[in-house]
């Protein structure tokens, strides 16, 4: 089937060229009959017939037979010799061997004035090209290189448009039931006959890859090129702006092209670039799709907005079992615990699937999980900090209650699968299936550590977001930053940590300006994307006191990290040091009455450490001693006569 279709692409070329070079030779005619005086009746009654590119050509820009006959003077003078010498005759100069204007309309039939309009489909599309001259009529003329290149049958695009527009090839993907769903109403857009113009398409969602993928398969099933263009790439200036607009529209319509107008990363902050985009799209009058991670509103454009769906939990299974193939049926089961943590698109799953080709069954699921929980870290990196997690259940120095609570978040995070999936609670609202955890205490009472304890129970990566970072005075910024996280999260099913809530969840502010309603939007944007994370999100402060209790209200789970007593402080001394580290004489008991938190005895221990490695010495009390009063110096405090009565003693 593909050797007759290019066979006929070949014939179709060929037949083109022939009849291409049979009109110019009919042109060069004309031009030597002129510079011969001879009659050229004979020549007006024979005209040969229009190569297809040329009549595609007119039909596209509305040329009239005049306009046609211009272009291939033109395209005669680039490839014909001869011509050079007959328009240098016509011209009455021998140093002016090229076509103008003035001789196109003493020398072809049926001239027309309006060549010499702006507004003219030659000038406006600049099919020709006009040099610079004092006298329009006499300036060379020459046609566009991609224009020849259309009319010779040759691939090309327009070099103008390479720092814009970039071509996106079809990879074959297939698509999900859900997403073929929306292809549908996509297509039914388009193809509807009742519709006077086709209405661009704004596809919102979070996943580009997706939505590429979608456009892809339209553009595939009704034989169109699809092109992408970054709309922070676009011109701020109004003159370069339209030029960018006309040359695109022309090389749509030379190419059968649509564009991609790709604004997932455009900031609502950036209103510069944004009012570029709309006057780019109210000015478009090809076939266009804008991607958008929120929607557009377009006064005086035809749109149709389609919202991604997410891929639904059974899809997810079934796309994964498509690209295993039948090592699916190996994992036991394992398969069910990646497809409910990842929330990844087709394209991942591919390439998931791809690298794990060669690998033995047994490496099968641990290589799987890796490279999943790997997806989101390019994406996080710049915006929160990966932290390496090291603590077990048993370095968790905790009152029982608060352990237990712990416990049943990480039985939560285990069994959500069955719970939302096989036992339906997932069908039933999309809301509310985040696992979202506030855990409030002072600093150093085992917030971060208990996260940590969470995140390798079931082998993620644990990102700590600072909010008062990711929180920005630009309207608009944070909602961005925010949107950013959650959604790299949902790939790589990370456990996102939330440091310092009361920096963005306070009591709201009474409403008196612009900043504070948008402050207030920050917090329910946050809330609300909480509420719909499908992995576990977990927010700390230092003052509990001072939240917002409508938002303690919408949290699963609430655990007080308690100052620690003498009691834990003394079991917690007696976990800090490694097997490895010689000590000698240390009693946990009485190192129980610093009064100090976890996170400051956890410096002392290291510190003391040190001193005893400068010494030669294993850690005695006294290293400790000399380390605790460096640490209470550090954060503006002495250490009481009944914490160091043993070494008073």
């Known amino acids: 089937m593909k050797i007759v279709a290019t066979e006929y692409s070949k014939n179709r070329h060929h037949i083109n060229l022939e009849l291409l070079y049979e009109f110019i030779h009919w042109i060069r005619s004309l031009l030597f009959a002129k510079v011969q005086s001879e009659d050229i009746h004979e020549l007006l009654s024979d005209v040969p017939a229009t190569p297809p590119a040329l009549m595609k050509l007119s039909e596209n820009f509305d040329l009239t037979e005049f306009e046609e006959h211009v272009l291939l003077l033109c395209a005669g003078a680039a490839i014909d010799p001869q011509f050079h010498q007959l328009c240098a005759q016509l011209n009455g100069n021998e140093k002016s061997p090229y076509p103008t204007l003035a001789l196109a309309l003493v020398t072809l039939p049926d001239a027309e004035w309006r060549i010499l309009s702006p507004q003219s489909p030659l000038n406006h599309w600049q099919l020709i090209e006009i040099a610079p001259h004092h006298t329009p009529t006499q300036a060379p003329i020459s046609l566009d290189r991609r224009i020849l290149c259309y009319l010779l049958g040759e691939p090309a695009f327009d070099g103008q448009l390479s720092d814009f527009v970039e071509p996106i090839e079809n990879d074959g993907s297939l698509l999900p039931p859900s997403h073929v769903a929306l292809a549908e109403q996509w297509l039914q857009a388009w193809t509807n006959p009742n519709r006077q113009h086709r209405p661009l398409i704004q596809l919102c969602g979070g996943e580009h890859r997706s939505k590429t993928a979608i456009a892809q398969a339209i553009c595939a099933h009704l034989n169109l090129n699809l092109y992408r263009l970054d709309v922070e790439a676009l011109p701020t200036t109004t003159h370069e702006l339209k030029q960018l607009t006309r040359r695109w529209q022309r090389e749509a319509l030379l190419s059968n092209a649509v564009l991609l107008m790709d604004a997932d990363e455009l900031s609502h902050s950036n209103a510069t670039q944004t009012a570029m985009l709309r006057r780019f799209i109210a000015s478009l009058q090809t076939l266009g799709i804008l991607t958008s991670t929120q929607r557009q509103h377009f006064a005086k454009v035809p749109y149709l907005t389609l919202d991604l769906p997410t891929i639904s939990h059974g899809e997810k299974r079934t796309i994964w079992q498509q690209h295993l193939g039948d090592r699916a049926a190996e994992l036991n089961g394992e398969l069910e615990q990646i497809v409910s943590q990842f929330h990844i698109g087709n394209h991942t799953i591919q390439s998931a699937c791809a690298t794990v080709q060669n690998v033995p069954l047994a490496e099968l699921p641990a290589q799987l999980w890796n490279y999943c929980r790997s997806q989101a870290r390019p994406q996080l990196e710049h915006l929160a900090q990966r932290i390496e997690s090291a603590a077990h259940w048993d370095d968790l120095i905790l009152p029982q209650r608060e352990k237990e609570i712990l416990q049943s978040i990480a039985t939560q995070v285990r069994n959500r699968a069955m719970v939302y999936e096989e036992w ?7 809301r509310g299936l985040g696992i979202t955890a506030l855990f409030a205490g002072a600093s150093g009472t085992g917030k971060t550590m208990a996260a940590e304890v969470l995140a390798r129970e079931f082998q993620l990566d644990l990102y700590r977001i600072d909010l008062s970072a990711v929180s920005s005075k630009y309207i608009g910024e944070t909602e961005k930053n925010l949107r950013q996280i959650f959604d790299a999260a949902e790939s790589g099913g990370a456990v996102l940590l939330f440091d310092e809530a009361d920096a963005l969840f306070g ?6 300006d612009s900043h504070d309603r948008h402050a ?8 609300q994307r909480m509420e ?3 992995g576990l999100a977990i927010l700390t402060t230092n003052l509990k006191d001072s939240l917002d209790q409508a938002f303690l209200r919408r949290l699963r789970f609430i ?3 308690p100052y620690p007593q003498q009691e834990s402080r003394s079991e917690i001394w007696a976990s800090m040091f490694p097997e490895q580290t010689p000590t000698q004489g240390l009693d946990y008991e009485l190192l ?11 410096s002392i221990a290291l510190n003391s450490a040190f001193i005893a490695a400068d010494a030669d010495e294993a850690v005695m009390m006294k290293h400790i001693l000399q380390a605790a009063k460096a640490e209470c110096a ?6 009481s006569r009944q914490e160091i009565a043993y070494w008073l003693d």
């Open 424 to 430: 339906g609670f997932a069908r039933k609202a999309s």
């Open 507 to 512: 009591k709201r502010t009474q409403v008196k």
């Open 520 to 527: 207030n939007l920050e917090v329910s944007y946050l809330l």
């Open 532 to 534: 719909a994370y499908q």
């Open 559 to 561: 655990i007080n990290f």
């Open 592 to 602: 129980g009455q610093l009064d100090m938190a976890g996170g400051n005895i956890r």
């Open 634 to 639: 550090k954060i503006g405090r002495s250490l």
